[in-house]
Protein backbone atom coordinates (compact mmCIF):
# COMPACT_ATOMS: atom_id res chain seq x y z
CA UNK A 1 0.00 0.00 0.00
CA UNK A 2 1.31 3.22 -1.17
CA UNK A 3 2.78 5.69 2.06
CA UNK A 4 1.80 9.63 2.48
CA UNK A 5 3.36 12.02 4.43
CA UNK A 6 1.03 13.59 6.89
CA UNK A 7 1.55 16.72 9.15
CA UNK A 8 -1.68 16.79 11.05
CA UNK A 9 -1.33 19.76 13.00
CA UNK A 10 -0.52 23.36 11.78
CA UNK A 11 -1.32 26.99 12.62
CA UNK A 12 -2.20 29.89 10.66
CA UNK A 13 -2.51 33.55 11.04
CA UNK A 14 -5.56 32.96 12.77
CA UNK A 15 -3.90 31.99 15.89
CA UNK A 16 -3.01 34.38 17.88
CA UNK A 17 0.53 33.02 18.36
CA UNK A 18 0.53 32.29 14.64
CA UNK A 19 3.05 34.23 12.38
CA UNK A 20 1.23 36.65 10.39
CA UNK A 21 3.19 35.01 6.93
CA UNK A 22 1.44 31.77 7.96
CA UNK A 23 -1.00 32.87 5.18
CA UNK A 24 -2.87 29.70 3.13
CA UNK A 25 -0.95 29.96 -0.11
CA UNK A 26 2.57 30.09 2.15
CA UNK A 27 1.11 27.53 4.01
CA UNK A 28 0.67 25.55 1.09
CA UNK A 29 3.62 26.62 -0.37
CA UNK A 30 5.97 25.19 2.22
CA UNK A 31 3.83 21.84 2.61
CA UNK A 32 4.22 21.33 -0.90
CA UNK A 33 8.11 21.96 -0.62
CA UNK A 34 8.32 19.67 2.52
CA UNK A 35 6.87 16.99 0.01
CA UNK A 36 3.71 16.61 2.46
CA UNK A 37 0.63 14.67 0.82
CA UNK A 38 -1.62 15.53 3.71
CA UNK A 39 -1.74 18.40 6.50
CA UNK A 40 -4.44 19.44 8.58
CA UNK A 41 -5.49 23.09 9.52
CA UNK A 42 -5.72 23.79 13.26
CA UNK A 43 -6.43 27.02 14.77
CA UNK A 44 -6.46 27.60 18.20
CA UNK A 45 -10.33 27.17 19.26
CA UNK A 46 -11.34 27.79 15.45
CA UNK A 47 -11.78 26.86 12.03
CA UNK A 48 -12.55 30.12 10.02
CA UNK A 49 -8.86 29.64 7.57
CA UNK A 50 -9.50 26.08 7.52
CA UNK A 51 -11.48 26.58 4.20
CA UNK A 52 -9.17 28.76 2.55
CA UNK A 53 -6.18 27.02 2.83
CA UNK A 54 -8.24 23.57 1.37
CA UNK A 55 -9.20 25.84 -1.66
CA UNK A 56 -5.34 27.38 -2.09
CA UNK A 57 -4.35 23.76 -1.81
CA UNK A 58 -6.69 22.58 -4.52
CA UNK A 59 -5.49 18.78 -5.42
CA UNK A 60 -2.02 18.72 -3.00
CA UNK A 61 -1.47 18.71 -0.67
CA UNK A 62 -4.68 17.12 0.68
CA UNK A 63 -6.37 18.94 3.61
CA UNK A 64 -8.14 18.42 6.89
CA UNK A 65 -10.07 20.79 8.56
CA UNK A 66 -10.24 20.96 12.28
CA UNK A 67 -9.24 22.95 15.26
CA UNK A 68 -7.21 22.88 18.48
CA UNK A 69 -9.36 22.95 21.49
CA UNK A 70 -7.89 24.05 24.55
CA UNK A 71 -9.96 21.70 27.52
CA UNK A 72 -11.35 23.43 30.79
CA UNK A 73 -8.77 21.53 32.22
CA UNK A 74 -5.99 23.35 29.49
CA UNK A 75 -5.23 20.14 27.83
CA UNK A 76 -4.76 20.79 24.04
CA UNK A 77 -7.13 18.34 21.48
CA UNK A 78 -6.92 18.57 18.12
CA UNK A 79 -10.38 18.07 16.54
CA UNK A 80 -10.35 16.70 13.12
CA UNK A 81 -13.03 16.36 10.64
CA UNK A 82 -14.04 15.15 7.08
CA UNK A 83 -15.78 18.21 5.94
CA UNK A 84 -14.91 21.91 6.55
CA UNK A 85 -19.34 22.30 7.66
CA UNK A 86 -18.77 19.23 10.44
CA UNK A 87 -15.24 21.80 11.78
CA UNK A 88 -17.42 24.81 12.14
CA UNK A 89 -20.19 23.06 13.44
CA UNK A 90 -17.64 22.10 16.18
CA UNK A 91 -16.28 25.79 16.05
CA UNK A 92 -20.28 26.48 16.97
CA UNK A 93 -19.67 24.96 20.12
CA UNK A 94 -16.63 26.05 21.09
CA UNK A 95 -17.36 29.83 20.21
CA UNK A 96 -20.32 29.24 22.61
CA UNK A 97 -18.11 28.37 25.47
CA UNK A 98 -15.15 30.51 24.83
CA UNK A 99 -14.17 33.34 27.29
CA UNK A 100 -16.69 36.57 26.29
CA UNK A 101 -13.30 38.32 27.11
CA UNK A 102 -12.50 40.55 23.98
CA UNK A 103 -9.27 39.90 22.06
CA UNK A 104 -6.49 42.00 23.04
CA UNK A 105 -4.07 41.69 19.93
CA UNK A 106 -1.54 43.76 22.01
CA UNK A 107 -1.10 41.40 24.21
CA UNK A 108 -1.56 38.41 21.93
CA UNK A 109 -1.42 38.92 18.59
CA UNK A 110 -3.83 39.58 15.80
CA UNK A 111 -6.31 36.91 14.55
CA UNK A 112 -6.61 37.73 11.10
CA UNK A 113 -9.44 35.85 9.23
CA UNK A 114 -8.38 35.69 5.17
CA UNK A 115 -8.95 34.06 2.15
CA UNK A 116 -7.32 31.81 -0.12
CA UNK A 117 -6.08 34.59 -2.40
CA UNK A 118 -4.68 35.55 1.03
CA UNK A 119 -6.84 38.48 1.27
CA UNK A 120 -7.35 39.88 4.74
CA UNK A 121 -11.12 39.08 5.06
CA UNK A 122 -11.28 40.58 8.97
CA UNK A 123 -9.93 39.90 12.29
CA UNK A 124 -11.68 37.75 15.29
CA UNK A 125 -12.32 40.01 18.23
CA UNK A 126 -12.65 37.25 20.88
CA UNK A 127 -10.24 35.86 23.15
CA UNK A 128 -9.30 32.02 20.67
CA UNK A 129 -6.04 31.67 23.26
CA UNK A 130 -7.90 30.50 26.35
CA UNK A 131 -9.80 27.70 27.65
CA UNK A 132 -13.54 26.44 26.69
CA UNK A 133 -15.73 25.81 29.64
CA UNK A 134 -16.38 21.85 28.31
CA UNK A 135 -13.99 19.11 30.11
CA UNK A 136 -11.81 16.79 28.17
CA UNK A 137 -14.69 14.40 28.26
CA UNK A 138 -16.83 17.02 26.59
CA UNK A 139 -14.77 17.93 23.98
CA UNK A 140 -14.09 14.46 22.74
CA UNK A 141 -17.60 13.76 22.37
CA UNK A 142 -18.48 16.26 20.50
CA UNK A 143 -15.55 15.67 18.13
CA UNK A 144 -16.85 12.30 18.17
CA UNK A 145 -20.76 13.35 17.36
CA UNK A 146 -19.43 14.99 14.51
CA UNK A 147 -17.94 12.41 13.30
CA UNK A 148 -13.80 13.61 13.69
CA UNK A 149 -10.74 12.37 15.44
CA UNK A 150 -9.84 13.35 18.56
CA UNK A 151 -5.96 13.80 19.38
CA UNK A 152 -4.13 14.69 22.26
CA UNK A 153 -1.80 17.35 20.79
CA UNK A 154 2.13 17.26 22.39
CA UNK A 155 1.19 15.04 24.85
CA UNK A 156 4.74 14.82 26.39
CA UNK A 157 5.14 18.78 26.92
CA UNK A 158 4.84 20.42 29.89
CA UNK A 159 2.18 23.54 29.05
CA UNK A 160 -1.47 22.32 27.88
CA UNK A 161 -0.10 18.50 27.21
CA UNK A 162 -1.85 15.85 28.15
CA UNK A 163 0.41 13.86 30.88
CA UNK A 164 1.50 16.54 32.43
CA UNK A 165 -2.03 18.16 33.26
CA UNK A 166 -3.76 15.13 33.92
CA UNK A 167 -0.58 12.74 35.19
CA UNK A 168 -2.20 10.13 32.59
CA UNK A 169 -3.53 8.75 29.48
CA UNK A 170 -7.22 8.07 30.40
CA UNK A 171 -9.21 5.19 28.62
CA UNK A 172 -12.14 7.16 29.24
CA UNK A 173 -13.01 9.90 27.04
CA UNK A 174 -11.40 7.00 24.07
CA UNK A 175 -8.77 9.48 22.19
CA UNK A 176 -8.22 8.60 18.76
CA UNK A 177 -4.31 9.12 18.93
CA UNK A 178 -1.55 11.10 20.82
CA UNK A 179 0.41 13.33 19.37
CA UNK A 180 4.29 13.62 20.01
CA UNK A 181 6.65 16.46 19.93
CA UNK A 182 9.09 16.56 17.60
CA UNK A 183 12.17 15.56 19.57
CA UNK A 184 10.44 12.91 21.83
CA UNK A 185 12.04 9.15 20.66
CA UNK A 186 8.52 7.03 20.58
CA UNK A 187 10.50 3.57 21.88
CA UNK A 188 11.66 5.58 25.20
CA UNK A 189 8.16 7.50 25.49
CA UNK A 190 6.45 4.16 25.46
CA UNK A 191 8.79 2.73 27.56
CA UNK A 192 8.69 5.42 30.34
CA UNK A 193 4.60 6.27 29.95
CA UNK A 194 3.04 2.54 29.99
CA UNK A 195 -0.22 3.81 30.23
CA UNK A 196 0.43 5.21 26.58
CA UNK A 197 0.73 1.51 24.97
CA UNK A 198 -2.43 0.87 22.69
CA UNK A 199 -2.59 4.21 21.76
CA UNK A 200 -1.73 5.05 17.90
CA UNK A 201 0.91 7.35 17.98
CA UNK A 202 1.51 10.23 15.58
CA UNK A 203 4.10 12.60 15.24
CA UNK A 204 3.15 16.25 13.70
CA UNK A 205 5.15 20.06 13.47
CA UNK A 206 2.43 22.69 15.66
CA UNK A 207 4.17 24.98 13.45
CA UNK A 208 3.59 28.67 13.86
CA UNK A 209 5.77 29.70 11.14
CA UNK A 210 6.13 28.71 7.88
CA UNK A 211 9.43 27.04 7.88
CA UNK A 212 8.30 24.80 10.92
CA UNK A 213 5.75 23.01 8.29
CA UNK A 214 7.15 19.48 7.85
CA UNK A 215 9.86 19.46 10.33
CA UNK A 216 8.19 16.28 11.95
CA UNK A 217 5.20 14.34 10.23
CA UNK A 218 3.72 11.08 10.24
CA UNK A 219 4.30 8.52 7.27
CA UNK A 220 0.91 6.47 6.51
CA UNK A 221 0.21 3.56 4.61
CA UNK A 222 -3.06 4.64 2.91
CA UNK A 223 -4.79 3.45 -0.48
CA UNK A 224 -5.51 7.18 -1.00
CA UNK A 225 -4.80 10.11 1.10
CA UNK A 226 -8.55 10.62 2.56
CA UNK A 227 -9.25 11.36 5.91
CA UNK A 228 -11.15 8.13 6.08
CA UNK A 229 -8.31 6.51 4.99
CA UNK A 230 -6.30 8.15 8.11
CA UNK A 231 -9.33 7.05 10.27
CA UNK A 232 -8.64 3.53 9.08
CA UNK A 233 -4.98 3.59 9.44
CA UNK A 234 -5.29 4.95 13.13
CA UNK A 235 -7.59 1.88 14.28
CA UNK A 236 -4.83 -0.30 12.17
CA UNK A 237 -8.29 -1.66 9.51
CA UNK A 238 -7.51 -3.20 6.42
CA UNK A 239 -4.12 -2.97 6.18
CA UNK A 240 -4.02 0.81 6.94
CA UNK A 241 -1.88 1.61 9.51
CA UNK A 242 0.87 4.33 10.77
CA UNK A 243 4.21 3.37 9.13
CA UNK A 244 6.78 5.28 10.72
CA UNK A 245 6.85 8.90 12.20
CA UNK A 246 9.91 11.67 11.54
CA UNK A 247 12.06 12.73 11.96
CA UNK A 248 13.49 9.08 13.74
CA UNK A 249 15.12 9.16 16.90
CA UNK A 250 18.32 10.13 16.96
CA UNK A 251 20.97 7.34 17.74
CA UNK A 252 21.24 7.04 21.71
CA UNK A 253 23.73 9.09 23.05
CA UNK A 254 23.83 12.48 21.18
CA UNK A 255 22.29 15.50 23.16
CA UNK A 256 18.32 14.73 23.06
CA UNK A 257 18.12 18.72 23.41
CA UNK A 258 19.84 19.58 21.16
CA UNK A 259 18.95 20.16 17.09
ZN1 LIG B 1 -1.11 23.10 21.57
ZN1 LIG C 1 -0.86 23.80 18.14
Known amino acids: MPLFRADLHLHTCLSPCGDLDMS ?3 LVAAAREKGLDMIAVSDHNSAENAAAVIRAAGLRPMVIPGLEICTV ?23 QRLTDQPHRPDLFGD ?57 FVPENPALDALELSRRVDPGRFL ?10 LIRS ?5 PDQVGLAWTEFE ?13 KGENGRRIHALY ?13
Open 111 to 167: QVVVNEEDDVLGFVDRMLIGAVSLDLTQVVAAIHERGGLAVASHVDRPMFGLLAVLG
Open 205 to 209: SDAHH
Open 222 to 234: LESPTFREIRMAL
Open 247 to 259: PPPRPTGMNAAGG
Open 24 to 26: PRA
Open 73 to 95: EEVHVLGLFETVHAALSMQDLVY
Open 191 to 200: AERPDARGHP
